[in-house]
């Protein structure tokens, strides 16, 4: 989904982030070319790593790399709690940021680690305390 998307559901196919279009995510809204996942500026050729510049909380945003903050995160680099709380940085959480949370195993590919608790924030269409259970409406 070149990074401005998830995969999603039972078929894999690409859920575009706000801004974005196409079936791998690879336009913008107006039907603009864009960069792909981890790459922006002019001729794609500035880095963005979505796990080291935005601590694991936001991703690598359109054509400046800004970060685009999950909910309940803000900063520059979403190193912040909304509340203005400072906040541990990707895959690790509580008291001196030593717990681990892996997002693909303790959330099922389905979900993201949060907050000071490491509890998974599932994904659109996913519900449970580890993501595994589909959403129906």
């Not at 859920?15 to 690879?26: D, I, K």
């Not at 945003?61 to 903050?69: I, P, S």
């Not at 995160?73 to 008291?95: F, K, L, P, R, W």
């Not at 590919?109 to 580890?130: L, M, P, S």
Request: some cysteine; aromatic content about 6%.
């Amino acid at each position: 989904c070149n990074g401005n998307g998830r995969c999603g559901g039972q078929t894999g196919a690409c859920v575009c982030y706000e801004g974005y279009t196409g079936a791998n995510c690879s336009e913008g809204a107006g039907g603009e070319e864009i960069c792909g996942a981890d790459v922006y500026g002019e001729g794609c050729t500035a880095v963005c790593d979505m796990e080291r510049d935005c601590n694991g909380n936001g991703r690598c945003g359109g054509q400046t790399g800004a970060c685009v903050c999950y909910e309940g995160y803000t900063g520059a680099n979403c190193s912040e709690e909304a509340g203005g709380e400072e906040i541990c940085g990707a895959d690790v959480y509580g008291e001196g940021c030593t717990a681990v949370c892996d997002m693909e195993r303790d959330c099922n590919g389905n979900g993201r680690c949060g907050g000071q608790t490491g509890a998974c924030v599932c994904y659109e269409g996913y519900t449970g305390a580890n993501c595994s259970m589909r959403d129906v409406p």
